[in-house]
């Protein structure tokens, strides 16, 4: 059995990076963000990730549905632990949504799995959205859907 690599950067670091690439719109970097396969798990159901174009396409409508509705930017907050072993990491974060202002226009409740890549970095296994969606309202840029 191999060693599990030790992560090259804290759990909320890499939430800060993830975020300002959804606020930047560098979709390769979000794209990088995550593990292929991944897995997004909503209320309607599961969705393999198998291929870095699907993230690529997600997060390019992900980015219009945003800059639609005047939300500029994303922060991490309130980045929680439920438990880390190496090379997994289990929790919640709140995504803030920002406006052009960098004032604070809504969260989003998510759940991840983060592994640890054999070069160390992290990456999103698991994407979980934790609020609850009544029929006029839809995931948001920050999940894998």
């Known amino acids: 059995m191999e060693d599990v690599v030790a992560a090259t950067e ?7 990076r993830y975020t300002g690439y ?3 719109g560098d ?17 309607m159901g599961c969705l393999a990730v198998t291929e870095p174009q699907q993230s690529r396409d997600f997060f390019n409508q992900g980015q219009q549905f945003y800059r639609s509705r005047g939300i500029q930017g994303v ?3 309130d980045v929680i632990t439920d438990v880390e072993v190496p090379g997994i990491w289990v929790g919640r ?4 949504n920002l406006d052009s202002s960098g004032s604070a226009v809504g969260v ?7 592994v640890t890549a054999p070069d160390g970095s992290r990456r ?4 979980t959205p934790l609020d609850a969606y009544g029929p006029d309202q839809s995931e948001g840029a920050g999940q894998q859907a």
């Open 75 to 77: 922060r991490a907050r």
């Open 108 to 114: 989003e409740n998510n759940a991840y799995q983060v």
């Open 93 to 96: 974060v709140v995504l803030e």
């Open 22 to 24: 959804l606020t930047a």
């Open 10 to 16: 804290q759990i909320e670091d890499f939430f800060a």
């Open 27 to 43: 979709i390769e970097g979000l794209v990088g963000s995550y593990n292929y396969p991944a897995l997004a798990v909503t209320a």
């Open 124 to 127: 999103i296994a698991v994407s």
